[in-house]
């Protein structure tokens, strides 16, 4: 057999040696893949029932502290970056108009 030939079939299996590296390769990232997305959508699903559960909390308490204020912005500020947004933009300008105190009682006298 001419070593031609020989060489052709050593580089046909080196091709392929490679395809198949390649191929595990990228069925692995889409795995990843795929299991990070479902990571991301349980964390926006998360997100949106904290934040959902915040506002009703302190919409019925009156008020929200100037801290949770703070927390909360930033929860939404990454609930928008997973490319949610539906209706948690009116909670946070619903909570961010809230008063930070109490409403005081007056004393009768």
């Not at 029932?49 to 019925?60: C, F, G």
């Not at 204020?69 to 909570?95: A, F, I, P, W």
Request: glycine share 6%; with cysteine.
């Amino acid at each position: 057999m001419p070593d031609w030939i020989k060489q052709i079939g050593d580089w046909i299996i080196w091709v392929g040696g490679i395809s198949a590296v390649l191929i595990a390769l990228f069925k692995w990232f889409k795995k990843i893949d795929n299991r990070l997305n479902v990571i991301q959508q349980d964390t926006g699903d998360l997100l949106c029932d904290r934040l959902t559960q915040a506002h009703d909390y302190h919409t019925r308490k009156g008020y929200c502290p100037q801290s949770d204020k703070q927390r909360l912005c930033c929860m939404h500020q990454r609930y928008r970056s997973l490319g949610r947004n539906h209706l948690v933009d009116t909670y946070e300008q619903d909570l961010l108009d809230l008063p930070e105190e109490p409403a005081r009682k007056e004393v009768k006298a």
